[in-house]
């Protein structure tokens, strides 16, 4: 597609269920990040995937919350038990690999998912 | 550890007249740094972004930010604002990670309302 695409747009679970939300990045973007905006807040870095470089998992906020990327393309972010405090939007972002003396680009974003933990 | 820092939570201007929102960064070398606005229900979008060079870079709707490395800042301006400017204003840093990967830090974010 054109952009990145974020499914579902929006979820609604109840507390202690498993979740899983997809991100299709841009086709190309070896790049891809996961971020979390909470009401009011700002956006709080979660998973930040490279080609094929050990991803970066140093925002992720507990052992409950983990992510995939398949083949460098689909990434899937998964939160086990979930609970009141994990309800957010769950945005994705995807660029060309930048950086360390590769041309600046930028990150393009998805709609973002609305996760509501009832 | 690297930061950014929107002090700014809310600001209101008048339409017509003039923005400035504050950006400030802790980080001991030159980061890469973006400025995106979130309109209401919109995802995010890149107004500008600087890297090296010229330190006032031009953005798109008649965005602007200036690098000023003596006070660690990338201030977001615009003469004239428009009712269309309102949303939620981020300012971002780009940054080598711990794991040798790059990795876009953002700020809280400044919510931009207008008034006519």
């Known amino acids: 597609g054109a952009g990145v695409s974020q499914s579902p747009s929006n979820k609604v679970t109840e507390k202690g269920k498993d979740v899983e939300l997809r991100c299709d990045p841009i086709s190309g973007h070896t790049a891809l990040y996961w971020y979390r905006q909470s009401l009011g807040q700002g956006l709080e870095f979660l998973i930040y995937f490279q080609g094929n470089s050990a991803p970066d998992k140093s925002g992720l906020p507990s052992d409950r919350f983990s992510a995939e990327r398949t083949g460098g393309s689909v990434s899937t972010l998964t939160i086990q038990r979930t609970q009141q405090e994990d309800s957010a939007v769950y945005l994705c972002?995807?660029?060309?690999?930048w950086g360390q003396g590769i041309n600046l680009t930028e990150a393009f974003f998805g709609q973002g998912t609305r996760l509501t933990v009832v | 550890a690297q930061s950014v820092t929107q002090p700014d939570i809310h600001i209101t201007v008048s339409e017509g007249a003039s923005l400035e929102l504050r950006c400030n960064y802790s980080y001991g070398a030159t980061p890469y740094l973006f400025w995106y606005v979130q309109s209401p229900g919109q995802g995010l979008q890149l107004l500008l972004k600087y890297f090296s060079g010229d330190t006032l870079v031009q953005g798109i709707k008649g965005f602007e930010a200036e690098f000023k490395r003596s006070q660690s800042s990338f201030n977001l301006r615009k003469p004239s604002v428009h009712w269309s400017d309102a949303a939620e204003y981020f300012c971002?840093?780009?940054?080598?990670?711990?794991?040798?990967?790059?990795?876009?830090?953002f700020g809280t974010g400044t919510r931009l309302t207008i008034i006519p």
């Open positions: 972002a995807s660029s060309l690999a």
């Open positions: 971002a840093v780009g940054l080598i990670s711990n794991f040798g990967n790059e990795k876009l830090t």
